[in-house]
């Protein structure tokens, strides 16, 4: 089975722009979560998606937004970026709900200039 | 609320030699507990977990990890450290979120040096 994919891997953006990360499950898995991982922060919980309804939502402002497609595919977008928006942003897949076993993607890094 | 803490930042050890990796959790009920290690630059890659029954868990690479809900701890254990293990480990526990659905915190990680 294919492991969980995520696009771009890099990323250069500039304060104010907006950004859109993408994230493929491995198959059959229908809950998607996403961090954010910094050095000072460590590895901070955004967001669970499953069956195209977010279940699950972190401690982050609403410049940050995801969203599940039919196919379990999902997208997070990060509007007006901000220089502390540079991280590296992972997707986990898991079968029903992310309580359970999470396989990660490679993670999508991001620098905001 | 779930917590994890993770008391060591940085552990250096020497190849060959043992390793303990220490992980305390908070949560009201039994919990599923994870051991992570992610490499440079990668995502995590899950080691070991603990869902109920035994509580001497094996994973992969050699490690275990021992539940001892007395403690409330899950320390992660390797009986000889490769060169090759050096990276950071996470700890996480898994649990009912404010949502009510299952959610997973994370400890803030143990980085792994290794010394010839």
């Known amino acids: 089975k294919a492991g969980v994919t995520q696009t771009p891997r890099y990323l250069i953006k500039t304060r104010g722009q907006q950004v859109t990360l993408s994230c493929s499950p491995i198959?059959?898995?229908?809950?998607v979560s996403w961090y954010q991982q910094t050095p000072g922060q460590g590895l901070q919980f955004l967001f669970e998606?499953?069956?195209?309804?977010?279940?699950n939502k972190g401690n982050f402002p609403g410049r940050f937004s995801g969203r599940q497609f039919s196919n379990s595919r999902s997208e997070m977008n990060v509007s007006t970026l901000e220089l502390g928006d540079s991280a590296l942003y992972l997707c986990?897949?898991?079968?029903?709900?992310?309580?359970?076993?999470?396989?990660f993607g490679p993670g999508t890094r991001l620098l905001v200039l | 609320a779930q917590s994890v803490t993770q008391p060591d930042i940085h552990i250096t050890v020497s190849e060959g030699a043992s390793l303990e990796l220490r992980c305390n959790y908070s949560?009201?009920?039994?919990?599923?507990l994870f051991w992570y290690v992610q490499s440079p630059g990668q995502g995590l890659q899950l080691l070991l977990k603990?869902?109920?029954?035994?509580?001497l868990v094996q994973g992969i690479k050699g490690f275990e990890a021992e539940f001892k809900r007395s403690q409330s701890s899950f320390n992660l254990r390797k009986p000889s450290v490769h060169w090759s293990d050096a990276a950071e480990y996470f700890c996480?526990?898994?649990?009912?979120?404010?949502?009510?659905?299952?959610?997973?915190?994370f400890g803030t990680g143990t980085k792994l040096q290794v010394i010839p």
């Open positions: 986990a897949s898991s079968v029903v709900t992310s309580g359970e076993t999470q396989y």
């Open positions: 198959s059959g898995h229908r809950s």
């Open positions: 998606y499953f069956s195209e309804t977010q279940r």
């Open positions: 949560y009201g009920a039994t919990p599923y």
């Open positions: 603990y869902f109920s029954g035994d509580t």
């Open positions: 996480a526990v898994g649990g009912r979120g404010s949502g009510g659905y299952q959610k997973v915190t």
